[in-house]
């Protein structure tokens, strides 16, 4: 958002310290509505979907790996950060448009033996796949069923969402209890399960 000229901003739905409104995302990122006004009419003739569901509100939240369709353009974007720092929508296939990978963060045994797995976007998803908690999972939106699972391990690809090492990637060297040691093209990082996300 630029430093000057925009008077007024919008608070997030959810998610307030994590989470980017719509009206930033197209107006002050893709640069696809000019005014709140021409946003509230793009949003009331339901052209707008995150994660596959329409759009009501203008300052709905979005968050790490959501999807944005705006079916109309055949547009299609991923929110992620980028390795300055910075929140950044890419551009995406439709058909990647419809999954997201998500952390877990808890699991629950609800009545009856169904497992409930918590995520980081604040979904809770029943499934009976075999995951722990810091593992990533892949959900396709249509489906609501886990494509992919991603186990925190050695090896395994990640991203760090949190500290001053915010929006690097690399492979986990080794596992030791609470702490992980990442390798990325420049250096070996020490973090905490909390602060990474497994990708791949």
């Keep these: 958002i630029p430093r000057k000229g925009t008077k007024y901003l919008v608070t997030p739905s959810h998610e307030k310290k994590e989470g980017i409104p719509i009206l930033i995302i ?18 009331d003739e339901k052209k707008i979907k995150i994660n596959d569901k329409i759009v009501r509100e203008d300052n709905l939240s979005m968050l790490l ?12 974007y991923r929110l992620v950060i980028s390795e300055n720092k910075k929140v950044a929508l890419v ?19 609800l009545k009856g033996g169904k497992l409930q797995i918590n995520l980081s976007d604040g979904r809770n998803i029943l499934s009976n796949e075999k995951v722990k908690t810091g ?13 992919k699972v991603m186990p925190i391990k050695e090896k395994s690809e990640v991203l760090v969402i949190k ?6 990637s690399g492979k986990i060297l080794k596992i030791n209890d609470d702490e992980i040691i990442v390798k990325t093209d420049k250096s070996e990082l020490k973090l905490g399960k909390d602060d990474l996300i497994i990708i791949n």
């Design 135 to 147: 593992d990533s999972i892949q959900v396709n939106f249509e489906t609501k069923k886990i494509e």
């Design 26 to 43: 197209m107006r002050d990122i893709l640069h696809l509505a000019k005014k709140r006004k021409e946003l509230k009419k793009i949003i």
């Design 163 to 168: 500290g001053k090492h915010i929006g690097k």
């Design 65 to 76: 790996f959501d999807t944005l369709r705006i079916d109309e353009m055949k547009k299609y």
């Design 91 to 109: 551009e995406i296939s439709e058909k990647e448009s419809k999954t997201k990978v998500a952390k877990v963060i808890g699991k629950k045994i």
